[in-house]
């Protein structure tokens, strides 16, 4: 690797070297030897590289629709892709106030929480984050992004009239209306009817 030539008594010398484009965890035994008036002195010592990436991951799941008022769940989860084991992930989910530091999550590991929100009235967009110091000190985070529709629907029936006074043998004339009162559209509407007399289009 390189000649360090003469070394005083009591001195030091120092090289340094590199590798570079490291994908995966190496060591090396690094050996040293010298030569004195009465034979030779050796040594050996041992560098091992952990390799990293920059890399945790967060997402974040709800159902896409669900009804005014209802309470919706999200799934927060965390993924420690950095290969190498981390401390501290702090989660981060401001919509709902909630914040957690998950002391240690080993290298390919998951974690998962679930946050609410209650009495769902409006559609929801909220982003959840993630955030850890790496090994070298270096901070590195992530996001994502959940959309929830929330939908109010409704339906109201009106028969007019209410009540009436006919003939006997004569025809009984009722108006049927079916109104939409939500805010979604509506298929498959059907009406049906339960009475003494039928009742034809």
């Known amino acids: 690797l390189s000649d360090f030539g003469t070394i005083a008594a009591s001195a030091t010398k120092t090289t340094t070297c590199s590798a570079t484009n490291v994908t995966a965890d190496f060591y090396n035994n690094m050996s040293v030897t010298g030569d004195h008036p009465l034979g030779q002195v050796t040594d050996d010592v041992y560098a091992i590289v952990d390799v990293f990436s920059n890399d945790i991951a967060i997402a974040k799941t709800a159902v896409s629709t669900a009804l005014a008022g209802s309470t ?11 290969g190498t084991d981390l401390s501290n ?35 929801i967009s909220n982003t959840a984050f993630v955030t850890v110091t790496l090994p070298n000190m270096a901070t590195t985070s992530d996001s994502d992004l959940a959309v929830v529709s929330i939908i109010d629907p409704g339906i109201d029936i009106v028969v007019t009239p209410s009540s009436q006074e006919i003939e006997v043998n004569a025809s009984a004339l009722l108006t049927i209306t079916v109104f939409n009162t939500g805010d979604i559209e509506l298929t498959n509407v059907s009406v049906s009817m339960a009475g003494a007399a039928n009742c034809t289009r």
């Open 89 to 123: 992930v702090i989660i981060h989910d401001p919509l709902v106030g909630f914040t957690k530091t998950v002391s240690s999550l080993a290298d390919g590991a998951v974690h998962n929480e679930v946050v609410s929100v209650n009495n769902a009235q409006a559609d």
């Open 72 to 82: 919706v769940n999200f799934t927060l989860t965390v993924t420690n892709t950095s």
